[in-house]
């Protein structure tokens, strides 16, 4: 099962997911898919978002094709998070064109009720590290693909920027305190999901390193977030001197990291392999 405290993080976050990320995980996976898409089969596409929050990997996907291939795919988002889910169908309310395409499900990824090879495309972004087993979800993912043509695809972060800075400034603050927890820290690591993946049974696995630069509103979301309830469970026994000194610290980190990449720098490995 996936991990309970991971459950309601993304809970508490669904309702403005885009916002509180700063289109990161939106930007890692369009600035990827272009190198695929040619690669995938002609004709009707069976695709899954894989724990897929908000929508975010389908709506990045359908924002680089044309709206004439829409019709011939049929896109599943899961994901475990029924607030993510809701969050998701409140989009497709929005975008009416997209509610024959795009089919939202609460589902766990690590069992998944799908039949086995039917998925032409499976895109797991971002969310390997909150999973309860990734062993479990990668066999999920092989399962359910397609045999040969079948295409995984799956990123974690290179750097998380945001837990860097998160680090940082509860070193400055409170050197001998606890560093947030961040989840499969073993990722950041060159080939970690690479490896994973093989030992999975997948084939083809090729590893891409990723970059993106969060900019303009993007960069006031991220300070937001750091700012908010994701690090209350940091600073809940700080005073309030500390507090203020946490806001101080954190908005000199976002300044230096502008200054230096001209936003706030993110990279993810991307992996993509097939099923035998």
Known sequence: MSNPTAQ?????????????????????????????????????????????????ASLALLSLLPLSQHDSLTIHATDISAPMITALKSHLTALANLQ????????????????????DLSITNISMPNFGSSTAAQAEILRTLKPVTGLAIASVWKRFTVAEMIHAAQRAIRPDSELKHMPRADYLQKGCLKAEMEAAGFIQVREQAVKIVVKD??????????????????????????????????????????????????????VAARKP
């Open 100 to 119: 024959a395409t795009v089919h939202p499900a609460v589902l766990d990824s690590e069992t998944l009720s799908f039949p086995a090879d039917i998925f």
């Open 8 to 56: 309601q993080y993304f809970k508490d976050l669904s309702s403005g997911y885009a916002k509180s990320t700063g289109n990161s995980t939106y930007d890692i996976i369009a600035s990827f898919l272009p190198s695929i898409l040619p690669s995938l089969p002609s004709g009707p596409l069976t695709i899954h978002d894989n724990a897929s929050g908000p929508g975010t």
């Open 217 to 270: 509103e993007g960069v006031a979301q991220l300070r937001d977030f750091m700012l908010g309830p994701f690090t209350e469970g940091v600073r809940k026994e700080w005073s309030g001197e500390e507090n203020s000194k946490w806001k101080r610290e954190i908005e000199k980190l976002v300044a230096e990291e502008v200054d230096k990449e001209g936003g706030i720098g993110m990279e993810a490995w991307v």
